[in-house]
Each structure stands twice: as C-alpha cells, then as structure tokens.
C-alpha cells in the first residue's frame, strides 16, 4: 500500500515503541471496571429493547450445537404459546443427502385461480392484513404479448378464469442457484440450504431490506409491522427456517414448504392447485416428475439473462 | 403396458424368478442388486367421479336389444352436454353393449370404470404417456413416495372434454374431484399498497 501524497510518513510504521502506540499505561484495575461497566450498559440497552442477553450472545443457526438448537426452538414454542395461546412444534430438520428440489409450472394450464396463493397463507403463517403478505404473485398476461412484465396484471378480477386472451403466471421465490438476495445481505441472515432452499433466519435478519432490492423477482416481502396473524388461524406445524410467525421488521419469502418438503410432502401449493400445473420433485431423480418435464417440455426460465440459475422452471406442456 | 404393475404383483414375480434361479442352483444371480431398485410408484386412481345413483348401470340396462347409432331418449344430461367428437362418435364407442358396468377398448377387451384412463390411451397417447410419468394432470401424495393420480375423468368430463373447472366430491366417503361445466371463480385480488396503509 501506498501512503497517501501529501502526509508525513514516520519512519518503521510498525517497529514504533509501545509505549508510543498504546498511549499512557492503564491501570488494570480500571479497566475491569470499564469492562464491566461497558457490559452492563449494553444489557440495560438490550433490555429496553426487548432482546434477551441469550439471545444477543447466540450463535449464528449453523453453528449451533444440537443442545443450543434444542433450546432456541424450546424457546420459539414457548414464545408462540404467550403469543397466541397455540401449542405449536417447531422443528428444524435438515436437507436429506442426494436431494435437491426442483419446480415445474405449466404455464399451458395455469387459469389464474389464486388457490395456491390462499394455500400459502394458510400453511405459511405471513400476516393477513397491513401489511398483507403474499408469497405466490399470479400475473396475468396478454396472449399476444407472451412473458413479458410491461403486460402484466397482478390485480385482475373476473367471475371466472381463464379470460379469453389471457395466460397467467404465477411468481414466487425462484430458488436461485446464484442468489443476489444472499450475495447481498449484511449480517448472513439468508442462505442458501444444500437441497438448493433459499431461506431466512428471521432471528438474524435486522430488516436492512437489501435482499429485497437484490431480487430481481420480487419474491422477498417485509413485516412493516407485527404480523397480524389470528390465532385461529395459526398453522401449529413450523420449521424454524420457514413458516414460524415472524417478529416485525424481518425479511421473509417462500420456502418451498420446508416444513412439508423436508418430510417428503408436496408443497400447499402443489397440493392445492386444481389444474395440476405444479410440479415438485427432486432434480437429481431421473424419475422425478421435475426430470419428467425437463425431459419432455419445453422449460423456460425467468428472467434468464441475469444469470440467477433458478430451481424453478416454467413449462409448456402443450 | 396397460397398466403398472402393483408392488405386490411386482415381488410375485421377483420372488418367482428368485425361486426359478434358485432351483436352477444357478449361483450368483445378484438378488441384491434387485432389492436395491427403487419400487415402483404405486398407480393408484381416486374413484371415478359417478353422478349419484347411476351405478352400476345394469340397474337399468338389463334387457339390451338395439345396438344401432341413434340420438338417445333417455340420459337427457349427457345427450345435451355431448361435445367429444360427436359428429363420429357415441356411446357404444366407448361403453361396451352385453355389460354396461364396463369399458370397452377398441380391441374388444374390457375395462372397469376404474380404468378408464386405458380407454382415453387409445386416442389421446401422447397426453396418456405425460400422465403416466406424472406430466399430465395432477398427483398427491409424496414427491419421493407412494402417491395417487387422479383419473382423466376427474378434471375432463368424458362426455365434454375439454376443460373447464372442477370441484371437489366425495365417493364412498373418500375425497375425490369431479369436473363442473362452469369455470372456476378467481380467489379475491391481493390488496394494493395504498390498501394496505394505516
């Protein structure tokens, strides 16, 4: 490195005495009780912000021992019961060896129903009302002008679907092998899992929103507020990494179920859509419905020239 | 192959071919390796979505005498609806004559209302072959798993095929879908932001 022009330069940077560095010498009794005066500042602050000094000194997900991992998710449950009364299971399994998922959407079948988007919700936990929280956008588009956002609809309403002229596609988190939302985020809160899941530790996200203009589909969504969630309403079955109700001023965005796929269950998604255009499975089983498609169809991927490599492919199968 | 073989049908005959080579005292014969396959997805259809009360249909075709091609008097909801190929098709295409309670393919063979994805094979392979891999139409169950199929019929009414929306019934208490001739309503629009403001 180059000094700068125009600044003295002392000679022996690093060799200079001690004594010059350091400043005067401290007492080691006064710093102690700096030390500890620092601590007890900084958990007064933590406590009138409503963090656990537990919770503060925590390590980051991946690196909690499976005792500690015990604990947090012990203490999640125990927070979703003052919070909603619910007795709830939080779980945190992990991706299964040899597997990574992939989704297929027909977009030669889709009609525009927004069942999945209301299956989501249900499964999902997100906030219902301000801030409503949709994970799955279904765009409706022209015929005549193919994939294209310049015509596109997110707030069509009809009596019945599909309308004449109009093909919809439906938008959710793409699942990029090359995602700019994790490139992006400051604090390692987002990652992505070995089964190819993009996901979110709502614990570690500070709600920086940089994820959110890093992704070039839209797929992330903010709790601007606490999430207004019934608890009627509250799917009890939760994953840590993603449908456990989220605090406000988190990032957080579509999982592929991982509370449903990591136990070999379909996404709600899947489940649920009438017309059967979504398709799931592993990409590393040549017999997968996803390896049927990729096989067989014509696969599109959105947004391709931005190089996200995305795990989620639309097809025509007509 | 009509149809896939069920698991147990599978093993007979592994288990068979097992017993065959063992009698043959032939060693080696690698039956670890065939244990070691994946089992064969399980092609199991929901019920066949039957309007109530119109099965078994020998209820009422007891006496058969005319076989000629004529515009029927009777089955008003399936005559008024009929759109699939009528100019060249009807009933006896499809339903067989001597035993209404069955299909019956172009080769003559017969095949239960449980089945009746055979019959649609014949013309529509190529949505047949789709379906069969799990392309065409939809399944539930589990992505690595045992799952069900749904029929042809489930989504396409047979006498109107083409698609319209579907609803959900359930036969013999078990859940299944059944087609509708209207179009399915859109769930509500998501709010705009501007909805959304305190």
């Known amino acids: 490195m180059t000094a700068p022009r125009g600044l003295p330069v002392l000679p022996g940077g690093a060799d200079l005495a001690p004594d ?32 656990s000094m537990d ?29 909603f009364g619910v007795d709830t299971k939080v779980t945190a399994e992990g991706p299964r060896p040899g ?14 129903c927004r069942r999945c988007v209301y299956a989501c919700v249900k499964e999902n936990n997100p906030s219902r009302e301000a801030p409503q929280i949709h994970w799955i956008r279904v765009l409706e588009m022209d015929k005549d002008e193919g994939v294209d956002i310049a015509h596109a609809e997110l707030y069509y309403e009809a009596d019945a679907v599909p309308r004449p002229g109009k093909f919809y596609f439906p938008v959710q988190c793409q699942q990029c092998r090359n995602p700019p939302c994790v490139k992006v985020c400051p604090t390692q809160a987002t990652w992505k ?122 097809f025509y199968a007509t | 192959m009509h149809r896939a073989p069920a698991p147990g049908f599978a093993l007979a005959i592994a288990a068979g071919l097992l017993a065959a080579i063992a009698a043959r005292a032939a060693p080696a014969a690698k039956p670890a390796a065939a244990q070691e396959r994946k089992p064969e997805v399980l092609v199991q259809a929901r019920p066949p979505p039957f309007s109530e009360g119109i099965f078994p249909c020998m209820q009422c075709h007891k006496d058969q005498h005319d076989r000629t091609r004529r515009e029927l008097q009777f089955h008003d909801e399936q005559q008024s609806i009929f759109d699939h190929d009528a100019e060249h098709r009807w009933c006896l295409d499809c339903h067989d004559f001597e035993n209404r309670d069955m299909l019956r393919l172009a080769s003559g063979e017969l095949v239960p209302f449980t089945e009746s994805y055979r019959l649609c094979g014949q013309c529509h392979g190529d949505k047949y072959r789709d379906w069969r891999v799990g392309v065409h139409g939809k399944r539930v169950g589990l992505w690595n798993g045992a799952k069900t199929y749904l029929l042809c019929v489930s989504c396409h009414n047979p006498h109107s095929p083409a698609f319209k929306g579907v609803k959900e019934i359930v036969v013999d208490g078990r859940k299944t879908v059944a087609p509708t001739l209207e179009r399915i309503r859109p769930e509500p629009r998501p709010k705009r932001p501007e909805e959304m403001r305190p």
């Not at chain 1, 990729?294 to 991927?301: E, G, P, Q, S, Y």
């Open chain 1, 55 to 83: 919770d503060f000194l925590r390590k980051h997900f991946k690196e909690l021992s499976k005792d500690e991992l015990a604990k947090v998710l012990a203490k999640i449950e125990k927070r979703n019961k003052e919070r």
């Open chain 1, 99 to 112: 597997v990574e998922f992939g989704y297929g959407l027909d977009i030669s079948r889709c009609i525009g």
């Open chain 1, 193 to 314: 899992e070995p089964d190819g899941i993009v996901v979110v530790d709502y614990d570690w996200c500070i709600g920086c929103r940089c994820c959110m203009s890093g992704c070039p589909y839209g797929a992330r969504h903010f709790n601007w507020a606490t999430p207004t969630l019934p608890a009627a309403e509250l799917n009890p079955v939760q994953h840590y990494l993603g449908n456990r109700p989220r605090p406000k001023g988190v990032v957080e965005k579509c999982t592929f179920c991982i509370q449903r796929t990591r136990k070999g269950r379909y996404p709600a998604c899947v489940e649920v859509c009438p017309v059967g255009a979504r398709k799931f499975g592993n990409l590393l089983d040549p017999e997968s419905e996803i390896r049927q498609v990729m096989d067989r169809k014509r696969v599109l991927i959105f947004k391709e020239e931005l190089a996200t490599h995305p795990q989620f492919y639309y």
């Open chain 1, 20 to 51: 010059l560095r350091a400043g005067p010498p401290v007492d080691p009794a006064r710093r102690a009780f700096m030390r500890t005066a620092a601590a007890g500042a900084a958990l007064s602050a933590l406590a009138s912000c409503g963090v």
